[in-house]
Antibody, heavy 117, light 110 residues
Framework: EVQLVESGGDLVQPGGSLRLSCAAS????????MHWVRQAPGKGLVWVSY????????NYADSVKGRFTISRDNAKNTVYLQMNSLRAEDTAVYYC??????????WGQGTQVSVSS | QSALTQPRSVSGSPGQSVTISCTGT?????????VSWYQQYPGKAPKLMIY???KRPSGVPDRFSGSKSGNTASLTISGLQAEDDADYYC??????????FGTGTKVTVL
């Protein structure tokens, strides 16, 4: 398993931007597909975005497409989630996660994003 | 990208068995063998319990088992124990590098 640590969560106004980071331990980070999953207060898990190992393939949930951008820096063992045009409904704990292509066996502790005026 | 449908809650006494259903469509559960299940305690990150429909990661008790029929996957917890009291989520690959989680089920050990 790889150890994941998220950071960058904050309170931001509607329409604002935020960049989340997820730092991974281990020398094989560059081979991992990475995902972001979020959980609104009292709600369930929702898949947000994915990026493959060489950054050539990404995808997004419809609810964030066009507003969020996932990227990675394999030299820094870090994956990012740039979030623009934030809305109140984006308020959630954001987890980064990885595993095989079909499941997640490593999760971070989560970082809180709150969107409110 | 509608969430997979799970019962809001299930309950059982210690030692009993409970089964959680997870219903999707032919575009997700019905179309792939990539169904996974996660256990989550309040304020904690999810933990993988089952992957690829019925495989158990190392360290997960064999009381946990998974299956799939058509567009519905199931997680069964046999010999329910107090520490199984938690939220459980299913997840399926939905094609084109998209994934969908279930609505979540609260398991209560009476």
């Amino acid at each position: 398993e790889v150890q994941l640590v998220e950071s960058g969560g904050d309170l931001v106004q509607p329409g604002g931007s935020l960049r989340l980071s997820c730092a991974a331990s281990g020398s094989t980070f560059s081979s991992y597909w990475m995902h972001w999953v979020r959980q609104a207060p009292g709600k369930g898990l929702v898949w947000v975005s994915y990026i493959n190992s060489d950054e050539r393939s990404t995808n997004y949930a419809d609810s964030v497409k066009g507003r969020f951008t996932i990227s990675r820096d394999n030299a820094k063992n870090t994956v990012y989630l740039q979030m623009n045009s934030l809305r109140a409904e984006d308020t959630a704990v954001y987890y980064c996660a990885t595993g095989s292509g079909s499941y997640y066996d490593s999760w971070g502790q989560g970082t809180q994003v709150s969107v409110s005026s | 990208q509608s969430a997979l449908t799970q019962p809001r809650s299930v309950s059982g006494s210690p030692g009993q068995s409970v089964t959680i259903s997870c219903t999707g469509t032919s575009s997700d559960i019905g179309g792939y063998i990539y169904v996974s299940w996660y256990q989550q305690y309040p304020g904690k990150a999810p933990k993988l319990m089952i992957y690829d429909v019925s495989k158990r990661p190392s360290g997960v008790p064999d009381r946990f088992s998974g299956s799939k029929s058509g567009n519905t996957a199931s997680l069964t917890i046999s010999g329910l124990q107090a520490e199984d009291d938690a939220d459980y989520y299913c997840c399926s690959y939905a094609g084109s590098y998209r994934y969908v989680f279930g609505t979540g089920t609260k398991v209560t050990v009476l």
